[in-house]
């Protein structure tokens, strides 16, 4: 076996790919709980305008399928005369997506509070949307955390899929890498490995935030 | 002579729940330093006339004043103010199951009174030492008993400085060795010259506090009068009827008054 072409091809391919990969991630992470929150909030608590587009939004977004999405906003787009770079077409695809499933799983756990502390916020004169945003969300955000950790483990996944929009990430390195040289087993199931790493690494970021957050009594914590 | 301006005045309010008619036109007045008692039957829209002096649920029909001003629940910003003013204590206690005893009943300050943060602390402090919980101030709700978390809602609503207080069955949901601590600390408030309308099945309680009892049945109030009126002395046979059951069930002496 000929370490070097490890060393000298492979790595410094694959570490310019794994940045990009993570220049994809980090940001639609964010945006897309952001986005995610906002729309499963009005899924359950907005005026029905707002429920209705985010109702809307959920159906196109988690309807068509994410590569279909990215082809449109890179590809299409341009026929309206909006040009995306491949970066900023990804980053809108991804967002955008995550956040359809993000908001399931923040409607799902808002349904699961008691109205009563609504209710009960009211009554000490919160507006609706100050005691849906300071005493129900942070509980909302709690209960759904681990769907939302689960989003963000397919997003990073996902995010291999930058490349068919021409944004060369890990998985798009890897490609070229792989057809250049011809070994398409050994490249490959590196970058499996270094998605593997950064999908573990995740998880057990995600498993501690769970921990810090849980409410002693309230929620099982690991001790 | 005429009597001063009551605090909190409703007039005939009807309130159906899907075509069911559970209030068919209340009218109440609260006094500086009243205690209302409003006893009744499961059903007869006891909680439910709570709720709507508080506006918490919509109601088809009737009106309420605080100070002679008439609420308007469209009006928002009044009718956040003017739930400040009504304190309201739930059966099922509420609390913000994220916070601390300390933090429930500060975040009220905070957000709504936008009272600055060392100030509402200190405030949050003594109202939970006025009911006796100085030493679980940093607990959450879970780690709490029943009666430290009813305790605990009544810290949280005596915090935005409330004119009155609606007491939903404040110890229906409480284990009976719980309930004493409960009712010391709302005779306290009453000792305070706190102005309230209590729905309570505690007869024993209720008769050692009201200065009036109200019966309620099918969304109605059938009679009204001081406590040893209406437990002993009521002119409708359904009034004695309820009290002589509920009587039974909490044989007298249990409550010194």
Redesign the interface.
Known sequence: MDLSFYTQEVAPALLRGLWVSLGLILPSAVFGLAIGVLAGTLRIYGRPLWKRVAEIYGLLFRGFPLLVQLYLWYFGLPQLGIYLSPYAAAVIGFSLCSGAYHAEYIRGALRSI?Q??L?????????RT?AVV??LL??AI?RALPGCGNELIYLIKYSSLAYMVTCIELTGEAKILASLFFKYLEVFFVVGAVYLALVSLASWGLRRLEDIVS????EYVRR | MSRPEPILRLENIHKSYTGQEVLKGVSLELHRGDIKVIIGPSGSGKSTLLHCINFLVTFEQGRVWLHEQEIDPADKPRLHAYRQKVGMIFQDFNLFDHLTALDNVQIGLVRVKKIPKRQARERALSELARVGLSDHVFKYPAELSGGQKQRVSIARALAMDPEVMLLDEPTSALDPELIGEVHAVIRNLAAGGMTMALVTHEIGFASGLAKEILFMENGLILEQGTPAAILNNATLDRTREFCAKIARLHTGGREPA
């Open positions: 008691k009563g502390q209710q009960a916020a009211r009554a000490l004169g919160f507006s100050r300071s005493i942070p509980q709690r409410i002693p009594g309230f």
